[in-house]
C-alpha cells in the first residue's frame, strides 16, 4: 500500500468513518486520489462485517460515481484487508440495502469474492463461480479469475481466458495484475516465462509497474537462467515494498533464495554433466582404440588363413606338375633312348630335375609364410 495522503490521514484522525466527512474530503481532492482516500476510510468499517462495508462501498460508488477500474482497485485492497482481518468470505446473496443499486452492489460482491478466493487459492471454487458469474457480466476482471483459477488447476481453458482477458476492452491494471498472477503459478505451461515477460513488458509500458510485477517478473528470468536479470527484479520488488509487510516481504525472500537455490542446482548440473561427458568420451575413445585393435587383429588373421590356404593350393599344384612332369619327361625319353642306360641316365635326370623345381617351390612358400 502507498502511504496515506494528508487529506486521508487528515479524516482518519477525525476517529470513526464518517460518509459526510468522506464526501466532503473527495470534493476536496484530486480525482487520482479517490481510490486511496476511500480505500483508507471504508477500511474501518472492516471487521464489522462484510455486509457492511460491501453496502457502503455500494452506495459511495454511486454518489461519486466511481468508474469500473476504481470499484476493481477498491475491491483489490479492501478484500486483502477483510481477510487480514479474519472476515468470512461474503456470500453470493447479500442482504439488499434501502437506496443501494442491487446491480452495482452484486458486481461489488463478485469481484470481493473472487479476490477472496484468489488470494487463498481456492482454485476449484473461483473456476466453477467465474463461469457463472460471465453469464451475468462479460467482464475482464472475472475473466482474469477465471485465468487465474484455471492455470492453477490446469485446466484447457485457462490460455484462452487469459487471451480473452487481455485482449478485453475493459481490461485495466487489476485484471491485467490477476492475468499475471495466473502466469505465475501457472508452472506447466512450457511458454511460461515468454507470456510473463510479455504481459510484464507491456504493463510496465502502460505505467503499472509495481513491486509484485517485479517480483512475478523475476520467476520467468530465473526458468530462463537469466539469473542476474532475475536477482535484480527481486531487489527492486524489495526496494519498492516499503515498510510495514512482512508477509510479502518474506515471500519476496523465498523467491530471492529460490532464484539463488535455482542457480546453484543449474551450475552443479552442469558441472556433473560436463564430468561425466569427459568420463564417457575418455570411456568411449578406450573403446574405440580396443575395438580398432580387435578388428585389425582379425584382418590379419583372416589374411594369414586365406595366404595359407593359397598357399596350400600352390604346394598342391607344384607336387601335382612336378610329377606330371617326371611321368611325361620319362615317358618321352624312353620312346626316343635306346638303351637302357640311356634311359635310367635321363630318368635320374628329371626326376633330379623335378625334385629341385619342388625343392626351390617350397623354399619359396615358407618364405611367403614367415
Known amino acids: 500500500m502507498t502511504e496515506m495522503t494528508g487529506e486521508a490521514a487528515e479524516l482518519a484522525e477525525e476517529g470513526s468513518y464518517s460518509r459526510v466527512k468522506l464526501l466532503r474530503r473527495l470534493e476536496k481532492s484530486p480525482r487520482s486520489q479517490r481510490v486511496e482516500i476511500i480505500s483508507r476510510n471504508v477500511s474501518d468499517l472492516i471487521g464489522q462485517g462484510c455486509q457492511v462495508w460491501l453496502t457502503e462501498l455500494a452506495a459511495l460508488a454511486e454518489e461519486v460515481r466511481l468508474t469500473v477500474p476504481e470499484l476493481r482497485a477498491l475491491t483489490s485492497d479492501l478484500s486483502w484487508a477483510s481477510r487480514e482481518a479474519g472476515e468470512d468470505i461474503p456470500t453470493e446473496s447479500i442482504k439488499p440495502v434501502e437506496f443501494v443499486d442491487l446491480d452495482l452492489l452484486r458486481l461489488i460482491t463478485i469481484y470481493t469474492r473472487g479476490q477472496r478466493f484468489r488470494f487463498d487459492f481456492r482454485f476449484r471454487l473461483l473456476h466453477e463461480s467465474a463461469h457463472i458469474w460471465l453469464r451475468e457480466h462479460d467482464d475482464a476482471l472475472i475473466r482474469a479469475f477465471g485465468a487465474f483459477a484455471a492455470f492453477g488447476l490446469r485446466e484447457p481453458d485457462g490460455r484462452h481466458m ?209
Not at 227 to 245: F, I, Q, S, W
Open 162 to 370: 487469459y487471451m480473452q482477458s487481455v485482449e478485453a476492452v475493459d481490461a485495466d491494471q487489476v485484471s491485467r495484475h490477476v492475468c499475471l498472477d495466473g502466469l505465475w503459478i501457472g508452472y506447466y505451461l512450457p511458454d511460461q516465462p515468454q507470456l510473463i515477460l510479455a504481459l510484464s513488458g507491456d504493463m510496465i509500458g502502460r505505467g503499472e509497474a509495481g513491486g509484485n510485477l517485479y517480483f512475478r517478473r523475476a520467476r520467468a528470468f530465473s526458468r530462463l537462467g537469466e539469473t542476474e536479470k532475475a536477482l535484480a527484479d527481486v531487489y527492486r520488488a524489495m526496494d519498492m515494498l516499503g515498510c510495514g509487510n512482512n508477509a510479502i516481504h518474506q515471500d519476496y525472500v523465498r523467491e530471492w533464495q529460490i532464484i539463488e537455490a535455482r542457480a546453484d542446482l543449474e551450475k552443479a548440473g552442469d558441472d556433473l554433466a560436463q564430468r561425466l561427458a569427459t568420463e564417457l568420451r575418455s570411456r568411449a575413445d578406450k573403446h574405440i582404440h580396443k575395438a580398432i585393435q580387435d578388428m585389425e587383429e582379425r584382418v590379419r588373421s583372416a589374411e594369414r588363413l586365406v595366404g595359407d590356404g593359397l598357399l596350400k593350393v600352390v604346394e598342391i599344384l607344384g607336387l601335382f606338375v612336378t610329377l606330371a612332369g617326371f611321368a611325361v619327361g620319362g615317358g618321352f625319353a624312353m620312346m626316343k633312348t635306346q638303351t637302357w642306360w640311356q634311359i635310367v641316365v635321363t630318368i635320374v635326370l628329371i626326376g633330379l630335375g623335378s625334385l629341385a623345381f619342388f625343392a626351390l617351390l617350397r623354399i619359396v612358400m615358407r618364405f611367403r609364410r614367415e
